[in-house]
């Protein structure tokens, strides 16, 4: 099992940063490949970003890349998405998810784990 907490959400105006992160415990984080989702109010959950378990390589949806920079800290357990020039349709929960192995995939359903969801609220 594998559990994940996130941290760092909030309310920002449209062009602020925020970042958020989330703190995996009961697995070998080293082993798992990590991913950001979002889902807005009325709409289907969405890939936001992942990165592979060793870290070397990151995947974005085309909505927020050149925005937004996935990492992790294989050391710390941690996974953070640094989220800069906000925009309002950015606003969602976001949901940290971990799936084993090294493969970035965009499918929700083939996550294994989740968090319980952090709010992002970008007012315009």
């Known amino acids: 099992q594998v559990q994940l907490v996130e941290s760092g959400g909030g309310l920002v105006q449209a062009g602020e940063s925020l970042r958020l992160s989330c703190a995996a415990s009961g697995r070998t984080f080293s082993s798992l490949t990590m991913s950001w989702f979002r889902q807005a109010p009325g709409k289907e959950r969405e890939f936001v970003a992942g990165?592979?378990?060793?870290?070397?390589?990151?995947i974005y949806a085309d909505s927020v890349k050149g925005r937004f920079t996935v990492s992790r800290d294989n050391a710390k357990n941690t996974v953070s998405l640094e989220m800069n020039r906000l925009k309002a349709e950015d606003t969602a929960v976001y949901y940290c998810a971990a799936r084993l192995g090294f493969v970035v995939s965009k499918t929700y359903d083939l996550y294994n784990y989740w968090g319980q969801g952090a709010q992002v609220t970008v007012s315009s």
């Open positions: 990165i592979t378990d060793s870290g070397g390589m990151t």
